[in-house]
């Protein structure tokens, strides 16, 4: 059955039929659908049906699983999460964005050392580009080399689904935790893909055969085996021998692996083998590239040898090899950072030391990749004139994101610049208040990663004493003023309040406490009372554990116009130490969304 | 049948991802494949958004039921796909939609002598944004091609009280007029699957509106 099916919503089909039964995430675009999906699935369902049985064998008789889903604090305990359920025996799965795994990676090395139990998949999307990403253009490939993580790269919907399941297959029989990277144009690409039944409809349609997945036994909780589950001191270098080793099985799997596939030159079309241009020209290709290759061979009316590799790492080497061996010229197109071409470099000096390289020479190391920029450079190395269309191109005036009419926000920046003095520094940090780095806000003058904002005014506000000493300024110290979301605050933000509070910091911080994780599409957090499952908790007070870090000048503002606001602000910049004001309103979007329900 | 490349463009909350899940079900449906791109998350709130849908080659029979799934016999279904970039090349559009008139202008790059761009005559506006004169004058002045201007935001609100339906109006349009090589009433099943079953009523109304228009 085929179904249209969002990349993301594709990882998930493929999961369930896989038979997943831990899901953890923290949401980032573009990753944001696959927790977004889970906590349907999770809420409706809790119980599906997989298949049992192995792949090839005819179908048995259904039998249900059970799947777990949560929203974590943060991308690093969602790891940890799915850890421990992996050391159960468990199914999991793990979703976040680039700098998700930024976060995640304390301990996603020392994971990779001890190996999981049940299967594992961590599903990393990056956004080359920065279509929704600010802070890098971060290309989460490089894990591989720091974690010795084995990382697939899809480059459909489709395969985004099929690769999850072969994820799962490799992390079972390997026993290490296998990453799913995906892009932007992966993530958010529609199209037909085949499904064993529907994740979302009645069992009736899930007659279909097929699924051929083991399904994982669980329930036998968590077996004591420290020998395998602690990394200590005296062990890890033993660990790291083994982890070494598992990784070179890993590549000997990849070589046979048919997702790192050979597409032989038929000679049918266009430019023959037999033709100078045609003759001894490859391309090597990874994720969403491909699609854009095959589109560029199409346009340009040729008819090249391509070796897809869906394994980024381990590389299948002697595949590589035997790929490149009889070549005079070679193009390696992959988005971002030039990995790949550096491997198949060091790959041709002892295979093929004449052979030509070429990659980052035609393509852009910044910014996505796309047909056109893909057949300029197909172009370039067959020697083929190529004119792309003429665009007509027109100047217009840029249409910036905004916050919405009715957002709080507007209420909150409003206040704050009518009652911070001349110089005040503003803290930006990561969720929809970013734009008060935009025009007509302009209050934001510095902004790095989540959790940030109190920290980095925290060093600024240390750094002003060394200022003061060295300079006559005559307007003193300069206040400083970091916002922080709900979210955020939760996510990273309490280790820098405690920081601020210990270390005898003076700032005020203004939380941004909209009821929910807006940016991302209006996932629920710890502070709104309710789970990624749909259960009923108690709302964990922003304001308490404010208190509990020791924060005296401390006042939550529910609703709230510009004077109530202007007057706390203006109070609280008069007093030495960390004061918070805590902006708590529901975002405009969902308390919309909400009315209509 | 070559490729159908469909660019649509509006300002975020359109309702542009509606659309495309609406224009992918209903290829499917005639047995195309399909593929559409989208963007998510902080582009979307008031930005310039834009969106893909290409369909074309048929190669999902519309009457078979079930296909052998792709781990059973380990044959990745994308290499034998008939669509690959879900993106529209250059100038490479044969429908340009847009939901607003500056940002259906700014599509123009993926304009050739051969696309008709249909747009809908309304302004979001912004501050350093350019007043409807000056988009309609520029809109005149670079489309030489067959060009639709229509306010549909004004009927919809005018004849159904719902400004927010513009686009399916837009869509409806397009499949009336036969602008896509898409047939209305697998359009309108398509809108059946993808929109909230409580709000069908006022989408079919919206895209049948067209029709009479």
């Not at chain 1, 995430?25 to 119980?47: D, H, L, R, W």
């Amino acid at each position: 059955m085929k179904k249209i099916l969002l990349g993301n919503e594709a990882i998930v089909q493929g999961a369930m039929e896989a038979g997943v039964n831990f899901v953890s995430t923290y949401p980032g675009t573009p990753a944001s659908e696959i927790g977004n999906t889970f906590a349907k699935i999770a809420k409706e369902q809790g119980v599906y049906p997989v298949k049992s049985g192995v792949a090839g064998a005819p179908p048995q008789a259904e039998q249900f699983n059970r799947v777990y889903f949560e929203f974590s604090t943060n991308e690093k305990v969602a790891l940890e999460a799915a850890i421990g359920a992996s050391f159960s025996g468990l199914k999991c799965l793990v979703a976040m964005k680039s700098f998700g795994l930024n976060v995640a990676s304390d301990a996603l090395l020392p994971l990779c050392y001890t190996g999981t139990k049940g299967p594992m998949v961590i599903v990393v999307a990056d956004d080359p580009s920065c279509w929704s990403s600010g802070q890098s253009e971060q290309n989460s490939r490089a894990f591989a080399y720091l974690a010795h993580i084995p990382i697939l790269e899809p480059s459909d919907a489709q395969e985004a689904k099929d690769f999850t399941i072969l994820a799962f297959e490799i992390s079972e029989q390997f026993n290490s935790p296998v990453i799913l990277r995906t892009t932007t144009r992966v993530s958010h690409q529609r199209m037909p893909v085949d499904v064993n039944y529907e994740l979302l409809a009645s069992n009736a349609s899930r007659s279909d055969a097929g699924g051929g997945i083991k399904n994982y036994e669980f329930g036998s909780g968590f077996i004591k085996n420290p020998e395998q589950f602690c990394v200590m001191p005296n062990r890890v270098l033993e660990m790291k021998k083994k982890l070494l080793e598992k990784i070179e099985s890993i590549r000997k799997f990849a070589e046979k692996s048919n997702i790192n596939k050979i597409e032989k030159a038929s000679g049918k079309m266009g430019l023959s083998r037999r033709s100078p241009q045609g003759a001894k020209v490859g391309i090597i290709v990874s994720g969403v590239s491909y699609l854009y290759v095959k589109e560029a061979m199409e346009k340009l009316n040729l008819d090249l040898p391509i070796l897809k590799l869906g394994f980024f790492y381990p590389l299948p080497t002697k595949k590589i090899e035997n790929f490149i061996k009889n070549l005079k010229k070679v193009l390696v197109v992959e988005e971002l950072d030039p990995y790949l071409e550096k491997e198949i470099k060091i790959l041709a000096k002892s295979g093929n030391c004449k052979l030509e390289i070429f990659g980052k020479d035609f393509l852009p190391e910044i910014g996505e990749l796309n047909f056109e920029k893909v057949a300029f450079a197909v172009s370039k190395i067959v020697g083929k004139k190529y004119v792309l269309s003429k665009a007509i191109s027109v100047d217009l005036p840029n249409r910036s994101p905004r916050l919405c009419p009715n957002c709080p926000y507007w209420v909150v920046f409003g206040a704050v610049k009518r009652a911070a003095p001349a110089g005040t520094i503003f803290g930006g940090d990561i969720g929809c208040y970013m734009m008060a780095g935009f025009a007509p806000h302009n209050l934001q003058d510095y902004l790095l990663c989540m959790g940030s904002s109190v920290s980095v005014a925290h060093g600024i506000e240390k750094a002003s004493s060394f200022a003061k000493a060295s300079a006559d300024k005559p307007e003193g110290k300069k206040k400083i003023i970091s916002f922080m979301g709900d979210s955020t605050f939760f996510h990273s933000g309490i280790p820098a309040l405690i920081n601020a509070v210990f270390n005898k910091s003076n700032q005020l911080i203004i939380i941004m406490d909209n009821r929910i994780t807006a940016m991302t599409g209006h996932q629920p957090n710890p502070g709104m009372g309710k789970t990624g499952m749909g259960e009923t908790v108690p709302e964990i007070s922003i304001e308490k554990i404010a208190r509990a870090c020791g924060v005296e000048n401390i006042k939550t503002i529910e609703g709230g116009v510009v004077s109530e606001f202007e007057s706390v602000i203006k109070e609280f910049l008069s007093k030495e130490g960390v004061s918070i004001i805590i902006a708590k309103q529901v975002c405009a979007l969902l308390a919309k969304r909400l009315n209509k329900k | 049948m070559k490729i159908f490349n469909i660019v649509i463009s509006g300002t975020g909350g359109q309702g542009l991802i509606t659309l495309i899940q609406i224009l992918a079900e209903a290829s499917l449906l005639e047995g195309y494949d399909v593929k559409t791109s989208e963007l998510h998350g902080l582009s979307q709130r008031g930005g310039s958004v834009e969106a893909y849908v290409r369909f074309g080659q048929k190669v999902y029979p519309p009457t078979k039921k079930s296909s052998r799934s792709a781990q059973n016999n380990k044959i990745y279904p994308c290499f034998s796909g008939g669509v690959y970039s879900p993106l529209v090349p250059l100038a490479g559009a044969d429908l340009v939609l847009g939901l607003e008139l500056l940002e259906g202008l700014r599509m123009i790059r993926y304009i050739n002598p051969k696309t008709i761009f249909l747009v809908n005559k309304y302004i979001f506006p912004f501050a350093g944004g350019l007043p409807e004169e000056e988009i309609l004058l520029k809109i005149n002045g670079l489309v030489k091609n067959e060009k639709h201007i229509i306010p549909a935001s004004k009927i919809c609100q005018e004849e159904l009280g719902a400004e927010v339906v513009s686009g399916i109006y837009l869509l409806g349009y397009a499949a009336h007029k036969n602008l896509i090589p898409l047939k209305p009433d697998l359009i309108l099943k398509a809108i059946e699957k993808v929109v909230p079953s409580k709000r069908f009523e006022l989408n079919k109304k919206a895209f049948e509106l067209a029709q009479s228009n």
